[in-house]
């Protein structure tokens, strides 16, 4: 996990994104998952957003939830791969296999997205729960009625 970190930490977001949403038009050009463009064009958006972290927090709870999706829908889409006569089951298969491939390569991809982006949000100051509290490391003083200061 921390290797996988460490990759994260060192990749900038925006060409995250950037790749991400190439491989989703790519993809695109044949059967693929429908959701994986408008995700990247909102992250895109929200990346820029100076004013707010909820966006941010939005793309990437997205994406986590994309990843899941993009399991389920490579199993439900198995069949169309596996056939011996590709030919006959799909029109255009060696493109279709090439969509595929920029599909897989984007799945791949995604829980580095999604490192990269948590990153950037501790970055700005924003803390999602996975088990961190508000002030990590560090005890808060708290004014007792009783005591002036």
Not at 29 to 48: D, E, K, M, Q, R
Request: charged letters at 15%; a negative charge; glycine letters at 8%.
């Amino acid at each position: 996990m921390n290797a996988l970190k460490s990759v994260s930490e060192s990749r900038n977001l925006p060409t995250l994104l950037h790749v991400h949403l190439g491989l989703s038009l790519l993809g695109a050009l044949s059967t693929c998952p429908v959701y994986n463009i408008p995700i990247f064009l909102y992250a895109i958006s929200a990346y820029h957003t100076q004013g707010s972290t909820s966006p941010l927090v939005r793309f990437t709870c997205a994406l986590a939830l994309s990843i899941v999706l993009d399991i389920l829908w490579f199993i439900l889409h198995r069949s169309e791969l596996g056939t011996s006569n590709n030919e006959a089951a799909i029109p255009h298969a060696r493109g279709f296999a090439v969509c595929m491939a920029m599909n897989i390569v984007n799945l791949i991809g995604k829980p580095f997205t999604v490192l990269s982006s948590l990153n950037l949000l501790e970055d700005r100051g924003e803390f999602i729960g996975c088990g961190r509290s508000a002030y990590p490391g560090e005890y808060q003083t708290v004014r007792d009625g009783d005591n002036e200061f």
